[in-house]
């Protein structure tokens, strides 16, 4: 169970979210709870912005969901003996899992805010997608106000 406490709305919201996803895809998590048993429950507080922190999680459920089916595709290939052909690179991701899955997307009001919590709990892959889209539109997301 994840509290998240969001201190500027007076608000505050509890997440069911496993272990393992938590581990995998927020590494900022595995140092605090590798002493813990696999059994045990969990009771995690965070003070942050419910709304950003409910948008990770959309975002990891989006990559989990991806990650799942390109599993399936390349077993179902490589069961038929085709040739799978593995991109390195996972930049297709945010063209891809976000849009097939309907997980959140990333805009240039919401970059800046959603890569300072991804760059914290070490979600790479956000942190990576996050700057290559501030790249992109860094012109246009200079002009918005943004809530840090």
């Excluded at 950003?52 to 991806?66: D, G, H, K, V």
């Excluded at 690179?89 to 991804?118: C, H, Q, R, W």
């Amino acid at each position: 169970m994840i509290h998240v406490i969001d201190d500027s709305k007076k608000d505050k919201r509890d997440f069911t979210f496993s272990r393992s996803l938590l581990v995998k895809y927020m590494k900022y998590f595995d140092r605090c709870l590798k002493k813990i048993s696999d059994n045990d429950e969990i009771d995690i507080s965070i003070h942050c912005d419910a709304q950003i922190f409910e948008w990770l999680l959309n975002y990891i459920f989006a990559m989990e969901e991806y990650e799942k089916k390109q599993s399936e595709n390349e077993r179902i290939l490589k069961s038929t003996q085709m040739k799978v052909h593995v991109q390195d690179d996972k930049e297709a991701f945010a063209n891809s899992a976000i849009m097939k899955y309907g997980g959140p997307k990333l805009d240039i009001k919401n970059a800046v805010t959603i890569l300072i919590p991804a760059e914290f709990l070490k979600i790479d892959r956000l942190v990576k997608e996050c700057l290559n889209f501030i790249g992109e539109n860094i012109e246009d997301i200079s002009r918005v106000q943004v809530d840090m």
